[in-house]
Antibody, heavy 123, light 107 residues
Framework: EVQLVESGGGSVQPGGSLRLSCAAS????????MHWVRQAPGKGLVWVSR????????TYADSVKGRVTISRDNAKNTLYLQMNSLRAEDTAVYYC????????????????WGQGTLVTVSS | DIQMTQSPSSLSASVGDRVTITCRAS??????LNWYQQKPGKAPKLLIF???RLLTGVPSRFSGSGSGTDFTLTISSLQPEDFATYYC?????????FGGGTKVEIK
């Protein structure tokens, strides 16, 4: 069974930093692209970042570019999100998600999600 | 960026009703469109991928259609466990974007 378990969330002051982790199990972690998605309280889903299976390729939403770094340790089956210069608008539940590709359709989707970890940025 | 617009943003329906949610992309997403269901306090769950492909294990009352810029999620006969918020997502181009969500409530 695929499991994704996020940790590292908490309360931080504006300008502070946090590192989120996502521990993966139940699948060959090193074979899959991974993503972070966030959801502000009472709001919709917003894609944050993705990383290739080997970690060589990363992409970011404009809203976090330059402040956030996605990385992974395939030996530890863990995905990370280093968040710096945090702002009030970064307050959200952060989900990690596993990307799955359909070779029939040539498209991809998020077939597994973690339970989320809450980041609160407030003075 | 491809903007995804869902409508309605909320709806009230009764058990057994047929429910249709639409998602419009600001530019073509081909068939790179997924639908997720989210219940309060829970992570989203994938229902449909590639616009119309039902994920294994998802009840057949859910269906998706469309291509290009206009997509539809249909629940043929609403069940109590279907009351939730539904999101579309395009994966045609980066940044990946979600619709604003449609909350399906009990009438």
């Amino acid at each position: 069974e695929v499991q994704l378990v996020e940790s590292g969330g908490g309360s931080v002051q504006p300008g502070g930093s946090l590192r989120l982790s996502c521990a993966a199990s139940g699948f060959t972690f090193s074979s899959y692209w991974m993503h972070w998605v966030r959801q502000a309280p009472g709001k919709g889903l917003v894609w944050v970042s993705r990383i290739s299976s080997d970690g060589s390729s990363t992409t970011y939403a404009d809203s976090v570019k330059g402040r956030v770094t996605i990385s992974r340790d395939n030996a530890k089956n863990t995905l990370y999100l280093q968040m710096n210069s945090l702002r009030a608008e970064d307050t959200a539940v952060y989900y990690c998600a596993k990307e799955s590709t359909s070779f029939v359709t040539g498209t991809f989707h998020f077939d597994s999600w973690g339970q989320g970890t809450l980041v609160t940025v407030s003075s | 960026d491809i903007q995804m617009t869902q409508s309605p943003s909320s709806l009230s329906a009764s058990v057994g009703d047929r429910v249709t949610i639409t998602c419009r992309a600001s530019q073509s997403s081909s068939r790179s469109l997924n639908w997720y269901q989210q219940k309060p306090g829970k992570a989203p769950k994938l229902l449909i991928f590639a616009a119309s492909r039902l994920l294994t294990g998802v009840p057949s009352r859910f269906s998706g259609s469309g291509s290009g810029t206009d997509f539809t999620l249909t629940i043929s006969s609403l069940q109590p466990e279907d009351f939730a918020t539904y999101y579309c997502q395009q994966t045609y181009s980066s940044p990946l974007t979600f619709g604003g969500g449609t909350k399906v409530e009990i009438k």
